[in-house]
């Protein structure tokens, strides 16, 4: 009791005291401590190793004493103001950087050594793929199946009940493993890893897909009906196979404008009115 009285009244004390007085207070101690080492530097001498172990009885000290005070602490950084709290708080991670410095110094890590033999099997490497003149289209095929591998897998994983998706992706896997078997085939490469059948399946199916998309639309003009009786509907089909490329000479009905001039005043029978129906291909 006696001792939790003079503790209680030490810090009364102190926080009534200013910052200068302190300070003055704690230069006054490094000062004395000072004069008693000097004086009797064997007492206050101490090894590395009396360091460490003060250090981690500091350590399970200050841990023991926040775990059995825990409320009490919270309450106390509850009721500190936001000035004090950001003091606080500029104080701990100041304090968490000079604990890391001083254990970098004094327990640094090891240097990693790399062996000889690893060192002369990077350099022999490094000298195959300069001189192999595949090996960017090599890297190029590995890289697509890695991401459309790392996509097949997020897909399994964010949209499991939604099979579109991971069809898809597992669509994009096989065509790039397949692709990269088929290089390697062509270009008599050693062959690790084969694409399965399935793969091979799903990747000429959606070869087949695409080889479709594309002649539709290369030819979306090659099926235009021209049953029709009407000769306007027949020279607007016209106007739009020639704004597609249609060759001039091969679209005469699409010179009707040059020839028909609405503001002419002249004879009628000077204005050459083209023939609409022979303008039908």
Not at 41 to 57: F, L, S
Not at 156 to 177: G, M, P, S
Not at 252 to 278: K, L, R
Request: aromatic share 6%.
């Amino acid at each position: 009791m006696r001792l939790a009285s003079l503790r209680r009244l030490y810090h009364e004390k102190r926080a009534a005291l200013t910052e200068e007085e302190l300070a003055d207070i704690r230069e006054r101690g490094r000062l004395n401590m000072r004069k008693l080492r000097a004086q009797n530097p064997e007492k206050y001498r101490k090894t590395e190793a009396q360091k460490r172990r003060w250090m981690e009885k500091a350590r399970l000290y200050a841990q023991e004493y926040r775990i059995k005070n825990a409320a009490e602490i919270r309450a106390r950084q509850e009721a500190l103001s936001e000035d004090d709290k950001a003091k606080w708080r500029a104080h701990r991670d100041a304090q968490t950087r000079g604990y890391r410095a001083k254990k970098a110094l004094l327990q640094p890590k090891p240097k990693h050594i790399v062996p000889e033999r690893n060192v002369k099997r990077n350099a022999t490497r490094t000298q195959q793929r300069k001189k192999d003149e595949l090996h960017n289209m090599k890297s190029l095929l590995q890289t697509r199946i890695n991401r459309a591998g790392k996509a097949y897998k997020q897909a399994l994983e964010a949209n499991a009940a939604d099979q579109a998706i991971i069809y898809e992706a597992k669509i994009r896997l096989a065509v790039a493993e397949v692709d990269r078997y088929e290089f390697n085939l062509e270009n008599g490469i050693k062959i690790r890893h084969s694409a399965s059948r399935e793969f091979i399946q799903l990747a000429q199916e959606a070869r087949d897909m695409s080889e479709s998309a594309a002649y539709l639309h290369d030819n979306r003009h090659s099926e235009v009906d021209h049953s029709s009786s009407d000769p306007e509907d027949d020279f607007d089909i016209h106007m739009d196979l020639r704004d597609d490329g249609c060759v001039q000479s091969d679209c005469s009905a699409n010179h009707f404008g040059d020839f028909a001039d609405d503001s002419f005043d002249g004879d009628d029978d000077a204005i050459q009115q083209p023939d609409v129906e022979m303008s039908v291909m």
